[in-house]
């Protein structure tokens, strides 16, 4: 990237923002200007939702495979340019490029998917009481819909809400995280390039303030799918319920990876310290909690500790680099705030620093575990979002599970265990949307639903089949047809 100046792309143009403001877009392992972007406010939101309604109906009128067949070259051309955008997204997120492609990676599928889903979007036919009558249901697209998706998967998120939303039938009015807007670039140019109408796609860079309220009460908006911090999400969803829009939204985590007294310890130490630190513990499903059984404690932590030791932390773009710099300042001073409660509250076991030397020009802060950790300490509540793991001892299987539960916030969990037993009361009693056994906390594959219970969601799942709720609406038809008989001569 040549510090290049990244527009809004608005029915199918590429256009600067009426305030000629642009905002700079830096590389948090570095510091390294990568260019700026435009800076959009309300006259740009008018101006996209009017692009895409006005493509809406041959969008919609278009057969859901042949729309299907615009989503599979678009994969296929993710799957050509995953090198180019794995650089980006780890030049502009912070990630190792090994994260990096396996996102890419994550995008292509749910592409994929979707296109596939275009040949089973199934109604029913139901009997009906009456004679000679018929009634069946069918999916409709709901028209207009925004997408608000955040920094830290800036490939995969939106192109898992675009490929739902797009499969459906509707138009699409993407908002980007502000620190990612060379990634919804590519994005769109992949889209672009695999054939979708112009209208179709639009992509608006600004502030959530700004650009992502203004979508929401905007009234050609049908529906909002948001992924991003509870704050943001609950006042969103707010607004939108007080205009009776569909909103979705997937926020928040503090996932718990349980480990019993019979769990194999080498693998359950080597999936906390990948499910905590991989991707800087940047992700939704990250491992902030580990739950173990005190007869096994002081071994899974040594083991622990060493395996975060042997993690190598710079940029990503550096072969064997595990864990990058977090996006930019303010999440730095985020986690740099939570680790020094954590010394308060618990004792310090590796890491708690934020990094220097040839490090110091970009956010980094080395991998930090903590023992002595109580269920109710601030660090063991509230979502980090950085490479920060608490260690928090129990007696038993039940306090163990009692201990996961104890939580605003429900997407991911695991358990490590031989027993088949455990395994079941653990999918039974543990209260969160996604369950592992024997694997990490993170992770998961295009085809099956995401999403969490509490206060991590609300308004259905993503990904899957389960996809298509959200992004349509029901209809069902009656026909009558006992006025159709009609008496015909042949000669």
Request: with cysteine.
């Amino acid at each position: 990237m040549s510090h290049e100046l990244i527009h809004n792309y608005i029915g199918g143009q590429w256009q600067a923002a009426s305030s000629g403001r642009t905002t700079p877009n830096h590389n948090p392992a570095t510091g390294e200007l990568l260019g700026e972007v435009t800076a959009s406010g309300p006259d740009e939101v008018a101006a996209a939702v009017a692009a895409a309604r006005a493509a809406l109906p041959a969008w919609k009128a278009l057969p859901a495979p042949k729309r299907g067949e615009v989503l599979w070259r678009a994969a296929d051309l993710l799957r050509r340019r995953k090198d180019e955008l794995s650089r980006a997204l780890t030049m502009e997120e912070g990630k190792s490029l090994t994260d990096a492609g396996g996102e890419v990676h994550r995008a292509a599928n749910c592409l994929e998917f979707a296109a596939g889903e275009g040949r089973r979007m199934h109604g029913q036919v139901i009997p009906s009481e009456l004679s000679n009558n018929m009634i069946y249901t069918r999916r409709i697209p709901l028209g207009v819909v925004a997408l608000v998706t955040p920094w830290n998967f800036p490939v995969a998120i939106p192109v898992w809400k675009a490929a739902a939303a797009l499969i459906c039938g509707n138009s699409v009015v993407l908002k980007p995280a502000s620190a990612t807007p060379w990634t919804a670039k590519l994005i769109t140019d992949i889209f672009i390039e695999a054939g979708m109408p112009a209208g179709v796609w639009n992509v608006l860079f600004g502030s959530g303030g700004k650009v992502g309220d203004a979508l929401v009460q905007h009234p050609h908006v049908e529906a909002v799918s948001f992924t991003g911090s509870n704050d943001i999400g609950q006042r969103l969803y707010s607004m939108g319920a007080a205009q009776k829009k569909k909103v979705q939204c997937e926020m928040g985590g503090k996932n718990a990876i349980i480990v019993l007294d019979d769990a194999d310890l080498d693998l359950a130490a080597a999936a906390t310290v990948q499910g905590a630190f991989y991707s800087t513990g940047q992700r939704c499903t990250a491992t902030s909690r580990a739950v173990v059984m005190r007869s096994v404690a002081a071994r899974f932590r040594e083991q622990v500790v060493e395996r975060t030791r042997q993690l190598k932390v710079g940029n990503g773009l550096t072969p064997g680099v595990n864990v990058g710099p977090v996006v930019d300042e303010k999440q730095l001073a985020t986690v740099l705030r939570y680790i020094e409660i954590g010394k308060q509250e618990a004792k310090l076991l590796e890491g708690g620093q934020r990094l220097g030397g040839e490090l110091a020009s970009g956010f980094f802060v080395a991998p930090t575990v903590f023992g002595g950790v109580h269920q109710n300490h601030t660090i063991a509540l509230e979502e980090i979002f950085g490479p920060v793991l608490s260690i928090i001892e129990v007696e038993d299987e039940a306090e163990a599970f009692a201990v996961a539960n104890n939580s605003r916030y429900g997407l991911s969990s695991s358990v490590y265990t031989r027993d088949i037993g455990r395994v079941f009361r653990y999918i039974d009693q543990v209260e969160t949307g996604i369950l592992h056994v024997n694997s990490a906390t993170v992770g998961g594959e295009a085809q099956v639903p995401f999403g969490g219970l509490k206060d991590t969601g609300v308004g259905g799942r993503e990904q899957g089949t389960t996809m298509l709720e959200f992004f349509t609406e029901w209809q069902s038809v009656y026909i009558d047809y006992t006025g159709s008989r009609r008496t015909a001569s042949f000669y």
